[in-house]
């Protein structure tokens, strides 16, 4: 029998909010892709308006890298293949 302080699973709070934790898009430098370009596909993939998506740009352009996006996993799937079918160098990560 569980008594009323303990929970069926098991899991700890420390796993649930592992599971919680968001998945963040990460776009990296490269020597090939203009600013502009850049600048562009970020407007275009994310519906960002001009002023974030040059600020995200130049943040991998003096960065080396930038999260453009934090959330499920499945979208961050699904928006770093879209980031790699217009040949930007992105990977993906669970947050912190």
Partial sequence: MISSSQTETGTSTKDATAVDL?????????PIN??????????????YPKEKAEAHMLEV????????WSGAREHA?????????????ATMERGE
């Fill in 22 to 30: 968001p998945w963040n898009v990460i776009v990296h430098n490269d």
């Fill in 34 to 47: 203009l600013m502009s370009y850049v600048t562009m596909v970020f407007q275009k993939v994310f519906g």
């Fill in 61 to 68: 352009h003096e960065k080396g890298r930038s999260i453009v």
């Fill in 77 to 89: 799937e699904h928006y770093v293949q879209t980031l790699h079918g217009y040949l930007l160098l």
